[in-house]
């Protein structure tokens, strides 16, 4: 197939790419800037130039292929009401230009905050319009409805920590910030849980997502089902050799900044039915095993 992906030369993208082009497809990757067109073009993907707010540029990206993922997304969260309209106008644009095809649009969201209670969340969770409070609900819900407009549209919801070389989310942030504070913290007792998954494992579910999902599909990017944050804490106070402390969930925000509003869900999820659909097995390390290796603890400069 020959597939247009948004967010081609990001994290997540970055590995896709790879991915489906060892599987034998074609890819066009959607650049913003020379620095990423350069990166495309030495994976071997072709380059189609434009941004989320440029539809027509998305517009024939997705009308000149067999299928799309869509993995950009601005991560401002400043402005993230405006992010979210500017994906679903973009999701809008990317199926309006496949419908009546049954090509593939399959797009990234997330399981955290899926569940309450500490029960682990299924595919089957958060699947009715406006049953999850996830703030990005509305693109999954979006997508899924372009399935009845003849789109094989689907929504792979990826564990909150994508982990692997080169990653600057969730688990880099929370070293950062035992770094500048001196002390590696986790909220309240530390036993709530997040689930994981290695950017190597995600790739390959995008993939046989665009080969395989049917339409209207859920599915889960998950390895670990639940990994306690107080582990991930205590791992990081040892590499970084620094004291390991509970901070009080009143204080969270203070401590952690910005990732104060997301470290203390647990939000442990499965992916036991992903796995029977597209017969998915991820093979990468867990995140523990990931964090031992050393590399999120390298010096930038190093």
């Known amino acids: 197939m020959r597939i247009f992906v948004t967010g081609a030369s990001g994290f997540i993208g970055s590995a896709v790419v790879p991915e489906l082009i060892g599987a034998g497809h074609k890819v066009v990757g959607l650049a913003r800037s020379d620095a990423s067109a350069a990166v495309l073009t030495a994976a071997g993907a072709e380059v189609q130039r434009g941004d989320l707010d440029d539809l027509g540029s998305l517009r024939d990206g997705a009308a000149g292929s067999d299928g799309v993922i869509h993995l950009a997304f601005v991560h401002d969260f400043s402005a993230y009401e405006k992010a979210i309209r500017t994906d679903l106008t973009a999701i809008e644009t990317l199926g309006a230009a496949l419908e009546g095809s049954d090509r593939p649009l399959v797009i990234a969201s997330g399981t955290l905050g899926l569940s309450a209670g500490g029960r682990t969340a299924t595919e089957k969770d958060g699947t ?9 609900a509305a693109a999954a819900d979006l997508t899924i409805s372009l399935a009845a407009r003849g789109v094989r549209s689907s929504v792979v919801r990826l564990s909150p920590s994508v982990h692997g070389v080169g990653d600057h989310g969730f688990m880099a942030a929370l070293i950062g910030i ?15 849980r997040w689930s994981a998954v290695h950017r190597l494992d995600a790739a ?3 993939r046989l997502a665009a080969e395989q999902a049917p339409a209207g599909s859920t599915l889960h990017g998950v390895a670990d089902e639940g990994v306690p944050i107080r582990a991930v804490a205590e791992l990081i106070g040892r590499h970084l050799d620094l004291p390991v402390a509970a901070v009080a969930p009143e204080n969270a925000a203070e401590h952690f900044g910005w990732l104060g509003a997301f470290l203390g869900f647990d939000s442990p999820a ?9 017969g998915w097995q991820p093979t990468g390390p867990g995140l523990l095993d990931d964090l031992e290796e050393g590399h999120y603890f390298r010096e930038p400069s190093a």
């Open 128 to 136: 009715a319009p406006g049953q999850s409070a996830s703030p990005r």
């Open 270 to 278: 499965s992916s036991a039915l992903t796995r029977d659909l597209l």
């Open 178 to 192: 035992a770094r500048a504070k001196g002390v590696s913290g986790y909220i309240g007792d530390g036993a709530n």
């Open 204 to 206: 390959r579910l995008f």
